[in-house]
């Protein structure tokens, strides 16, 4: 049978007030987009993702979101705002994000964008981050205004509440037991890296005197790999952030690049283990000019457009060895795009402003 390769992209929407072209895709001495990647090329699906659909939702300043399924666009219902996470099965595609007002939600969708429904998630300024499907139950990772949780098929279960929390990532064992990661403060106000099982939470570990996020899991046998951020104390910087991941509770940091050489910092939005369990953390660089696409491979740094491009890595995959990454040209807000491989950028459409969070990418038989 054939193979169906569904790879889904979230972007969310952001101001685009008094920005210009230029600003938009941060090249310099650029004045033409399609001097450094490939705008809105009818082909590039063909070329690229043969006997397979490319879906990416997301959303833009001007509609809300949005998903597209190669170039036919849908509009998402409830004025949804921003697109965060996804899941696939039997299928149908699972969006997680929220609407106008604050209102986290669940979009369920056929792959043609047909059959499209909403499900609200409780709290008051609840935001959807993670989702997945297991056993029939849907469950979203987040957090509402009073502090971090979960939903089940829409009902809230906090996490930590009456404090500064977040949660993000989710997972299952094979035991049934579920995870959560993202982070709690202290009574002392530091951001303390965590993750809960069943509810209880558990403290990760950080430099000391510093603080730490955990943003993503993923579950390989006994091994709990836990991919986030943490940032130690500099006496010039302040604070300097880097890519972190734990496995079974041990950390391992990886490098931004020489201080001496201007890097200061750097952000992680994903993270993906692949077959043989290198470990990839995704997100920007940053030294004084500004941020760039950047991926860590077991801790090493990794420039995308061998550090041409300014912008960031929202999502990153590696099939048959090949980095897919999903993100924007500029940061916050930017222009969204693909990357395959070490070709050009490919740019949905070049007066789009947005951003990008989550991708995924199924191999289905």
């Known amino acids: 049978m054939k193979k169906l390769l569904i790879l889904i992209v979230f972007f969310s929407s952001c101001s685009k007030e008094n920005l210009n072209p230029e600003e938009a895709t941060n090249f310099e001495d650029i004045t033409n987009l399609e001097d450094v990647a490939i705008v809105g090329s009818s082909s590039f699906f063909e070329e690229n993702f043969k006997n397979k659909i490319v879906v990416v939702a997301g959303g833009t300043t001007e509609e809300g979101a949005v998903v597209w399924i190669n170039h036919k666009k849908i509009l998402l219902l409830n004025d949804a705002l921003e697109a965060t996470g996804l899941f696939y099965q039997d299928n149908k595609i699972y969006v997680t994000g929220w609407t106008y007002g ?16 909403v499900m609200e998630l409780e709290g008051k300024y609840s935001e959807g981050q993670r989702i997945m499907v297991h056993n029939g139950d849907i469950y979203t990772g987040g957090y509402f205004d009073n502090g971090s949780c979960y939903w089940k098929n829409g009902s809230k279960i906090d996490l930590t509440k009456n404090a500064d929390s977040m949660s993000w990532g989710l997972a299952m064992d094979s035991n049934n037991n579920l995870f959560n990661v993202g982070y709690y403060m202290s009574q002392h106000h530091s951001l303390i890296p965590a993750f809960w099982k069943n509810g209880k939470r558990n403290k990760l570990n950080r430099p ?14 006994n091994k709990k790999i836990v991919g986030g951020t943490t940032s130690a104390p500099h006496n010039f910087l302040g604070y300097i952030t880097k890519p972190t991941y ?19 910092n750097c952000d992680v939005f994903d993270m993906f283990v692949d077959s043989e369990e290198n470990v990839y953390l995704a997100g920007f660089s940053q030294d004084m000019d500004g941020e760039y696409p950047t991926y860590w491979k077991n801790g090493q740094k990794n420039l995308l457009s061998n550090g041409e491009a300014k912008g960031v890595i929202r999502s990153l995959k590696v099939i048959d060895g090949d980095i897919i990454a999903a993100g924007t040209l500029s940061y916050f807000p930017g222009t969204p795009c693909l990357w ?23 191999d289905a038989i």
Do not use: C, F
């Not at 000391?208 to 046998?221: F, L, R, S």
């Open 102 to 117: 604050g209102k986290g939600s669940v979009w369920i969708m056929d792959l043609d964008g047909s059959n499209q429904t």
């Open 208 to 221: 000391q005197h510093g603080d730490g996020e955990a943003k993503y899991i993923k579950i390989i046998g």
């Open 246 to 264: 734990w496995i079974n509770g041990n950390r391992k940091t990886g490098q931004i690049g020489s201080i001496d050489e201007g890097w200061q």
């Open 340 to 362: 395959v491989g070490d070709e050009k950028p490919y740019v949905y459409d070049e007066n789009a402003v947005g951003e990008v969070w989550d991708m995924l990418i199924i």
